[in-house]
């Protein structure tokens, strides 16, 4: 792989149809990227939150009995799956690279997607 796919969640496009909110995730995730989201998905799914099955769609990610005040909670789940993703292929679209300096490289770039996350909260909640 030449370069990482990498997704962000477009809080944007959030919307809640009987409990079940449905948000677009940016570009058309790859079957490794969703191969990806299911597995760190089932690392992190304690099984006791106020909201049920998180899965991806053609739609993007969709979240089912999403119980009203598990906003903020929730929204950091999926931000730390999504994160977490990308890290993943990431590192792995930079290894065999050999710069020289490849922990560097991975700093940064884990330094940017966070930068890039907390300033998508901006964008949403203007």
């Known amino acids: 792989m ?13 919307e809640i149809r009987r409990g079940t909110l449905t948000v677009a995730l940016s570009g058309a995730p790859s079957k490794d990227w969703k191969k990806r989201f299911v ?32 906003e ?20 792995d679209s930079g290894e065999g690279g050999g710069s020289g300096s490849s922990e560097e490289d991975a700093e940064r770039a884990v330094d940017e997607r966070m930068t890039a996350a907390f300033r998508a909260f901006a964008a949403t909640d203007a």
């Open 39 to 70: 597995g760190v998905l089932g690392l992190l799914e304690p099984g006791s939150h106020a909201w049920g099955r998180v899965e991806l769609s053609k739609e993007g990610i969709e979240v089912d009995q999403v119980q009203e005040g598990a």
């Open 2 to 14: 030449a370069q990482a796919e990498l997704r962000e969640i477009d809080w944007g496009t959030a």
């Open 72 to 91: 903020g909670d929730l929204r950091h789940h999926l931000e730390s799956v999504v994160l977490e993703v990308n890290s993943q292929l990431e590192l």
